[in-house]
């Protein structure tokens, strides 16, 4: 029965990661388009979602531990590819396991990307601001300091005065 649970939470935190990977494509879609207002909101989404994926790891969690205590297993690491070593090969359970943590595990390294992709992008924009800002507002050093680029003008009359 806690391997059941071990197999619903794990594909309610494939739900929630794949709904959090959606929102992140489409923060990088925001990002590229200079719009903060729907970044705002999708920044809200995302950290709903997280509290709902930290309840279900929580879960998750819980049940491993009850499944190593039933099994007696002691002084292990209490995860679930230790797990997967433990259990039968022709058990279904087994399968359906592995079937998962590879999905979760695949499904996490590409949300790790696209978050690395949308740090990147975040940091060219403040990039672009900032050399956006230092180019309208010249530095005051420029402004105070510094010789006279101008040479004095040579003053030449409208008329000839030499006719």
Not at 18 to 31: A, C
Not at 88 to 95: E, F, P, V
Not at 117 to 131: A, D, E, G, K, R
């Amino acid at each position: 029965m806690v391997s059941h649970t071990i197999i619903v939470t794990l594909r309610t935190l494939i739900k929630l990661y794949t709904h959090l990977l959606q929102v992140s494509k489409q923060k990088t879609e925001v990002i590229k388009d200079y719009q903060l207002e729907p970044l705002e909101e999708l920044l809200v989404t995302e950290r709903k979602l997280i509290q709902q994926i930290d309840k279900a790891e929580s879960k998750r969690y819980q049940a491993v531990e009850a499944w190593f205590d039933s099994n007696e297993s002691s002084g292990t690491k209490r995860t679930i590819t230790v797990m997967l070593e433990k259990l039968a090969a022709d058990d279904s359970i087994k399968s359906e396991l592995e079937r998962l943590s590879t999905q979760l595990r695949d499904l996490l390294t590409e949300l790790k990307k696209q978050e690395e992709l949308n740090q990147q992008l975040l940091v060219q924009s403040l990039q672009f601001v900032h050399l956006s800002l230092n180019m309208m507002n010249p530095s005051m050093e420029q402004i105070n300091y510094g010789q006279n680029d101008t040479s004095p003008l040579l003053k030449r009359s409208v008329f000839d005065s030499k006719a």
